[in-house]
């Protein structure tokens, strides 16, 4: 089955505690995303990979890291985390065929907490 | 920069009632136009898409028109029903970054039977 994984899905941390959430995919897609979702702020993206080692950053990159250094992979780093970044992280990937945007595909997302 | 805005919500609605969800766009090249939706507890998923001006994209009973001159991609449903009631995004994608992507703050629908 065709599918984007997260893990973990929930997760409650303490701030200054370095974590990551992992992402992944089976499509052999070569895009993949990281957004966060707050209330009334809709979907912001943190960063974008084109393809492996290949990485940039989206509207909302500070306080995260990204690393691609596999096809199917794509975690997203907290090295310090802070309260603010409390939200609901989605990982997406999607196929660009001859540079045009395709539709995406999302992971069934990340509830981070941190106090 | 590029930007998506969808009406405000929440929109709440009877069975069988006419839906619109209006969705405009800014963007600094020729952009791709999606409607996602989201069910609660879920992740998005692609509900429709067009890709130049004046297509259609239509899914489920749901249709949007890409309309440059308007720069709008308003979402509408003949008869919506109960199952209809989530979150829905529009959202954009650049043919000159296909992986800088736009979402609008999305919009929160409730069916009522």
């Known amino acids: 089955e065709a599918q984007v994984t997260q893990n973990p899905r929930y997760l409650i941390t303490v701030t200054g505690k370095k974590l990551t959430v992992t992402c992944s995919q089976n499509?052999?897609?070569?895009?993949m995303s990281w957004y966060r979702q707050d209330p009334g702020l809709g979907l912001r993206q943190i960063y974008y990979s084109m393809n492996v080692e290949v990485t940039d950053k989206g509207d909302v990159p500070e306080g995260y890291k990204v690393s691609r250094k596999e096809k199917r992979n794509f975690p997203l780093i907290l090295e310090s985390p802070s309260p603010n970044q409390t939200s609901l992280y989605f990982c997406?990937?999607?196929?660009?065929?001859?540079?045009?945007?395709?539709?995406?595909?999302f992971g069934p997302g990340t509830r981070l907490t941190v106090t | 920069g590029n930007s998506v805005t969808q009406m405000e919500g929440p929109v709440t609605l009877s069975e069988e009632a006419f839906l619109t969800i209006n969705c405009t766009y800014t963007a600094t090249g020729y952009p791709s136009l999606f409607w996602y939706v989201q069910y609660p507890g879920e992740g998005l998923q692609l509900l429709l898409k067009a890709t130049k001006a004046d297509d259609k994209g239509s899914n489920k009973g749901f249709e949007a028109t890409y309309r440059k001159e308007t720069t709008s991609f308003h979402l509408e449903k003949g008869s919506v029903q109960v199952s209809d009631s989530a979150v829905y995004f529009c959202a954009l994608g650049l043919w000159t970054n296909a992986g800088k992507s736009t979402f609008g703050d999305g919009t929160t629908l409730t069916v009522k039977p």
């Open positions: 499509m052999n897609h070569e895009y």
């Open positions: 997406a990937s999607t196929l660009s065929v001859s540079g045009r945007p395709s539709e995406q595909y």
